[in-house]
């Protein structure tokens, strides 16, 4: 019985690693990556490949997502994402990572504006408020 029991569980074991292949890959990273790399790449082909690393030996290193997208023809928004989850980093950064930042950067820029708006408008309103009346202060009737 006790035969049996193990079969099952070694056969079950064999079936459920069959199911769900674990599917690892290591960090494929854009400013170092030879052609044989960039290739690999689920979504990169040989052609775009090849676009990549003359415009890295024209241009030098990719500084950043953005610096990827707006110098690679074809890369955007989704094709970054693409690539990223295929395993694409850029100075160790996923795009997920990049478009995380870009957005808080974006909110605090945001919200530093909004503040410095209502402090010029508090400015420009505590001036008009303290003027006499011959520089143009608001006249009171």
């Known amino acids: 019985m006790q035969g049996i029991s193990a079969r099952f569980l070694i056969i079950f074991f064999c079936m459920l ?6 599917v690892s890959f290591a960090a494929i990273e854009l400013n170092t990556a030879d052609q044989v790399a960039l290739d690999g790449l689920n979504g990169l082909g040989p052609t775009k490949s090849k676009v990549i690393l003359e415009e890295r030996k024209k241009n030098g ?3 950043s997502w953005a610096d ?3 110098r690679v023809k074809g890369v955007g928004q989704k094709n970054a994402q693409k690539l990223s989850e ?3 980093v850029i100075d160790g950064q996923s795009f997920t ?3 995380a930042k870009a957005s808080e950067t974006k909110a605090i820029e945001a919200t530093e504006a909004t503040r410095a708006t209502r402090a010029t408008r508090a400015t420009k309103a505590n001036t008009k408020a303290h003027l006499p009346e011959s520089q143009g202060a608001a006249k009171s009737k």
């Open 17 to 22: 690693m069959s199911a769900f292949p674990m």
């Open 61 to 63: 290193h990719f500084t």
């Open 68 to 70: 990827f997208k707006n």
């Open 86 to 88: 295929a395993g694409l």
């Open 97 to 99: 990572e990049f478009g």
